[in-house]
């Protein structure tokens, strides 16, 4: 199957054009020469204006771990829709998702919400910072924490601006951040144990938090170390800070997400996507002591939070609904499809003779067009963007969505069937880049 006429999605975006800068207001999903809209989801599908057919295998940047459609989310956003979308009160349907996420995540004892991952980073280093008293915060090198000035530091940083290798520099990745960000914020390199240790060392008493993400898309979708999650933590209790770990993404590692699979207990977690059942959501959790910074209950809090959507019970309903459906038996059932991945796509490379590997775990995956060693940030840049990005452009053709970056999420909607097909279309589409 190759995909070539979008007349209608052409004409779409001369309209989007006449109001919006470039047509576009999601940088994500802009393409060339115009981007593709889309109409509907079934399953594991997308379908656009012009019907043509797609395998979603990225499920709208790793947001919908049950693909389109699934019967008990519809379910429940219907039921609350005919309720109400959205009121200036609590709703009991916060309670029942907080329930749930407590469950699943020994460390985290009480839940704030937002209205994505970003703003859920947003406000765990606010929190960090209010219950610290302290203003640094430290970060890999080229993780993505969403598009919050601190965390957005370094996630894009160029050979001609990172620095030495054991002395990272705070680079923007939006042209006119203010240097004060910058001069608050301590990077340091994923994976490397002695030249991070050092260096958070030396910020010593100023550290509020190190933020980290046991398995950072940008940075290669390469696990951390067991050595290197044994360290940050060690190190952020004697220094006093805290540990803010990142499951936005990879709370869709495990049933009781990232942390229980990496065995790491951090003082403060952040999640979305998943978590809301196609609809926007983030939140924010941890230990009572350190959440304590929200509490309103015996005065002004050290941090006030709130937000017009935060908390709605649209998301909260469907994310309830959704985790329900997000069994063990659920988990095991995407462990496989991705082992069917990794045996499918090994013999592509090998008969299409192309040096080539996959990383990731669970239903995450991210194809890389090289085989040099990959541990980090640097090496995962200097293993090559613009094949892969031109091999997500083909398999778009082919019928089949991925990353730019090569990032790939398996959702319980797929069958064995499905991820064979994501493979021909692979073969296809690396014929034509080759």
């Known amino acids: 199957m190759r995909i070539l006429d979008n007349p209608k999605s052409a004409a779409l975006y001369q309209r989007a054009l006449q109001v919006m800068p470039g047509g576009n207001t999601r940088t994500t999903v802009y393409r060339q020469p115009h981007q593709v809209y889309a109409v509907r989801g079934e ?10 057919v797609r395998i979603d295998a990225n499920g709208n940047f790793t947001s919908l771990i049950h693909g389109y459609g699934n ?20 709703t009991e349907s916060e309670i029942l998702l907080s329930e749930m996420l407590c469950d699943r995540l020994p460390s985290v004892e009480k839940l704030r919400y ?9 406000n765990a ?21 969403g598009t919050y000035d601190p965390a957005e530091t370094s996630q894009d940083a160029r050979p001609d601006n ?58 290669g979708l390469v696990p951390a170390s067991a050595e290197f999650l044994a360290m940050l933590r060690q190190v952020t209790r004697e220094l006093g ?20 699979r990496f065995n790491v207990d951090p003082d403060l977690t952040t999640l979305g996507k998943v978590i809301g059942g196609g609809f926007p959501v983030g939140a924010v959790g941890g230990k009572t002591d350190v959440m304590s910074v929200f509490d309103p209950s015996k005065g002004a809090p050290a941090l006030p939070h709130g937000g017009t959507f935060s908390a709605n019970p649209m998301s909260m309903a469907a994310g309830a609904a959704a985790l329900e459906d997000l069994t063990a038996v659920e988990f095991e059932r ?17 008969h299409n003779k192309i040096d080539a590997q996959v990383t990731g775990l669970g239903s995450l995956r991210r194809v890389h067009l090289s085989d040099a060693k990959l541990t980090d940030y640097r090496s995962t840049l200097a293993a090559g963007e613009k094949k892969v990005a031109a091999l997500a452009r083909a398999l778009f053709d082919q019928g089949v969505i ?20 994501i493979v021909d279309a692979f073969d296809r589409a690396l014929k034509t880049i080759a």
């Open 71 to 90: 019967a008990k989310v519809a379910l429940a956003a219907s039921r609350q829709l005919e309720l109400g979308t959205c009121f200036g009160m609590a």
């Open 241 to 260: 800070a805290l540990l803010i770990l990142d499951e936005v993404i990879t709370f869709r590692l495990g049933f009781n997400g990232a942390q229980g």
């Open 402 to 421: 991925i990353g730019g970056n090569g990032l790939m999420a398996f959702s319980t909607a797929m069958s064995a069937s499905d991820i064979d097909e």
């Open 114 to 122: 937002t209205n994505s991952g970003t703003e859920a980073v947003m």
């Open 162 to 219: 990172w620095g030495p290798a054991d002395e990272p520099q705070a680079v923007p990745t939006a042209r006119g951040t203010p240097r004060g960000v910058l001069d608050d914020m301590v990077v340091i390199p994923f994976n490397n144990v002695e030249v991070s240790e050092k260096i958070l060392r030396a910020s010593g008493n100023s550290l509020a938090a190190v933020l980290v993400d046991v398995m950072p898309n940008r940075a």
């Open 43 to 52: 399953g594991c599908r997308i379908v656009d204006v012009d019907g043509n």
């Open 125 to 145: 280093i606010k929190a960090a910072r209010a219950y610290t008293e302290r203003p640094k915060i430290a970060k890999c090198e080229g993780a993505y924490h």
């Open 334 to 350: 995407l462990e496989a499809l991705g082992s069917r991945f990794d045996q499918g796509i090994g013999h592509c490379f090998s």
